[in-house]
């Protein structure tokens, strides 16, 4: 969850935590603090917030203090400016790809315009859909399909992207999208696993315990699935058509490799402020 979300009114009464035991603000405060969290104060508020009875405050604060991420015990995340639905077991949208769908705004709102005619969108590796989400919001007119492997991300993707229009589609990468979507995809992004395998020991326990494996783990140098990505992505892609891929900033050069190696012209665009890498690549026109 973002430390820029809004903060709900300060409230002055006390917050009880089970039936007995009265819980004022302060002390949930501390009591996630004691646990680790880093933005106790603003996780408190968030939680507060959300709790509909002093017994639900006291079972999220509970699933909270023993590591489960804020955004799967509020049941959202703040996603470009959209609330999003996060189940969980379900991957949380960071706030760093958020710099991913701003590129992809841009070049799809420029294909329209070239196009005179909706944008074709894909939302790969879609998780809880909050980048096709995020597209759908941004983009006037889009025609927005979307894909996870796995089950539940897939129904909470549906959820997310339903009032869109949009459709959501279970299997691996390409294999379940329509195949009448080869060669007319205008704006494709694949917001792919990129950890090393070696590494995801490392990440924290919030990902590392609560978020799919197969979300996180990208292979041995972590570009295990964006090269399969890059491998496909000619054949699907519109002439002039963008692939948008999220890496680390050590990856990138190999992952321009896999890109031009597979006929896209690629370049790298980072954001100092989000912390983000990403490369895009383009299908020539002819």
Not at 78 to 84: D, M, N, P, S, Y
Not at 106 to 124: F, K, N
Not at 127 to 139: H, P, Y
Not at 192 to 208: M, Q
């Amino acid at each position: 969850m973002s430390s820029s979300q809004k903060s709900p009114p300060e409230q002055s009464s006390p917050l009880a935590l089970g039936h007995s035991a009265p819980l004022p603000r302060p002390t949930v405060v501390a009591r996630l603090r004691a646990a680790g969290c880093v933005f106790a104060e603003d996780e408190a508020e968030l939680l507060v917030s959300a709790a509909r009875t002093p017994d639900e405050l006291a079972v999220m604060v509970e699933q909270r203090v023993i590591g489960l991420p804020l955004e799967h015990v509020v049941g959202w995340a703040e996603f470009h400016g959209l609330r999003i639905a996060v189940d969980p077991g379900v991957f949380v949208p960071r706030r760093r790809t958020e710099f991913l769908v701003g590129r992809a705004v841009d070049l799809g709102r420029r294909t329209a315009e070239r196009t005179g005619r909706p944008t074709v969108a894909v939302d790969l590796c879609c998780g809880s859909g909050a980048v096709g989400a995020a597209l759908a919001a941004a983009l006037e007119r889009v025609e927005l399909y979307a894909a996870d492997i796995e089950p539940a991300a897939v129904r909470c993707a549906r959820r997310n992207i339903a009032a869109t229009g949009g459709a959501v589609h279970e299997g691996d990468l390409f294999d379940p999208l329509p195949v009448d979507l080869r060669g007319r995809i205008d704006i494709l992004v694949a917001n792919v696993p990129y950890v090393p395998s070696e590494e995801v020991g490392l990440l924290p326990s919030e990902a590392r315990d609560h978020e799919p494996l197969v979300a996180l783990d990208g292979g041995a140098d972590g570009l295990d699935v964006l090269r399969r990505v890059t491998a496909a992505a000619p054949r699907w892609l519109a002439p002039g058509g963008h692939l948008l891929v999220e890496t680390s900033e050590r990856q990138a050069p190999r992952a321009v490799e896999a890109f031009t190696r597979n006929g896209l012209l690629a370049r790298v665009d980072t954001s100092d402020e989000l912390y983000a890498t990403i490369v895009i690549g383009t299908r020539p026109d002819r």
